[in-house]
């Protein structure tokens, strides 16, 4: 019994074979490839960090202040990914602290507009299956009326935290993919 338990416990722990991945973080992560994008670029105050935990996951987490009309922090990685025509789904593996974040695509670097996707977490290790289709487009906050996503490939990929309260925050991630 303990076997089986053991062998569930680590299939959960790792993509599947019938994924894409998008990203894995590991020991050998190189950090410099994400950039950090707090409200700063817009007057605000809140500060956030991404490292590597001594188990291998990417921890990011910080604070977020509403001072000076700021509220969000996130972290953006430039990372082209072909999204196969069966996928439905974007797939993280993440433990996060409770709170609502964003999960945020884009298919050109240089289109404005990025297409969000929210998700809750529960303080546990969580694989959270984001619908392609439900993510719907947004530029400075503001959801757009436009198609939502539907395009073929990935340019960019975001985590965002923007509660509309001032709060901690720490969000462990393992990988994303697709499937």
Known sequence: MM????????????????????????????????????????????KSNLVITSE????????????????????????????PTATKYIVLRVKGDG?????????????????????????????????INDFYPQYFGQKLNRPNFNYKNIEQISFLISNKQEEDFKLLIDWISMN
């Open 3 to 46: 076997k089986w338990i053991l062998l569930l416990l680590t299939l959960n722990l790792y993509p599947k074979n019938n994924m894409t991945e998008i990203y894995h973080f590991s020991s050998q992560s190189n950090l410099r490839e994400w950039r950090i994008v707090n409200d700063g670029v817009m007057g605000g105050i809140s």
């Open 56 to 83: 291998g996951y990417g921890q990011y987490s910080g604070h977020v202040s509403l001072a000076n009309n700021g509220g969000f922090a996130s972290i953006q990685l430039n990372q082209s990914a072909s999204i």
């Open 99 to 131: 709170k609502q974040y964003e999960f945020r695509i884009k298919s050109d670097l240089y289109q404005s507009v990025s297409y969000v996707h929210p998700f809750k977490t529960t303080g546990e290790w969580q694989n959270i299956q984001l619908a």
